[in-house]
């Protein structure tokens, strides 16, 4: 054996079976057999790595059919600018900790080569999807597309599919005006540049609210005493005041 896995519980992944305590054998990159109890003695003398697992639970891979940042190329439906690479890593290595052995990131416009492009290939199997089309890329390039070149503008769904793409990647998500991006992301960063004002969440949320509504199929936003209020609420107040004086109403 390669490895023998021992003394921890052990789920099979068939949605029932848990048992206390049980040995696993890997060979060859694959589990060869499982012992439930006390483990014999046969194949751990032999094995070339034994882990004591006591304490711990046993379970098979995980399969992470949505994430995000976990490939160098345009993060999010929006094309945004990829992460940096300690950023990948660190979300990369989370998901491994966690018991994730295959991982769909579903960013959508990055292209396959870019799963791997810093050479290092990862002991997750991270596979990449595509949105490729044109109203795709028209609806980042709306809200972001800063991390868009001309082969992610210029891919197309087929091309995609047969370089290594498995699955059609998220279409709009949170990156959309009334989606959660806009709260901890677009509009914080909007609120900083222009005011220098850090705006959290939860504030972005209101103001949002406040402008658009609650639902956008719904014509207008609140009304002008409650986008005050959140103004005010959130110290902005001045600096809308003094972008009116300036601009004119």
Do not use: W
Request: aromatic share 4%.
């Amino acid at each position: 054996m390669d490895i023998v896995i021992r003394n921890g519980a052990l789920i099979t992944g068939d949605g029932k079976a848990f048992h206390k305590r049980a040995t696993v054998y890997v060979k060859g990159g694959r589990i060869a057999d499982i012992q439930i109890g006390s483990a014999g003695t046969s194949g751990e003398i032999a094995a070339r790595t034994i882990i004591d697992a006591t304490g711990g639970i046993v379970i098979p891979g995980i399969i992470n059919a949505h994430a995000h940042g976990c490939i160098y190329g345009p993060s999010m439906p929006s094309g945004s600018p990829p992460l940096s690479a300690d950023d990948i890593a660190y979300f990369r290595n989370r998901h491994l900790l966690q018991g994730t052995t295959t991982l769909l990131n579903v960013c959508g416009l990055a292209m396959a080569d870019e799963v791997y492009s810093d050479g290092v290939r990862h002991q997750i199997d991270i596979r990449v999807s595509t949105a490729h089309t044109l109203k795709n890329i028209q609806a980042a390039l709306a809200v972001d597309g800063r991390g868009l070149s001309v082969p992610h503008l210029s891919a197309t769904i087929d091309e995609m599919l047969a370089s290594g793409a498995v699955a059609l990647g998220e279409v709009g998500g949170g990156q959309t005006l009334g989606g959660g991006a806009q709260d901890y992301r677009f509009i914080p960063e909007a609120v900083l540049r222009e005011t220098g004002i850090e705006a959290i969440p939860a504030t972005a949320r209101r103001l949002k609210d406040a402008v658009l509504g609650r639902f956008l199929d719904q014509a207008g936003g609140m009304s002008d005493s409650v986008l005050e209020d959140e103004l005010d609420r959130a110290g902005l107040s001045p600096h809308v005041a003094s972008a009116r004086s300036s601009h004119g109403p």
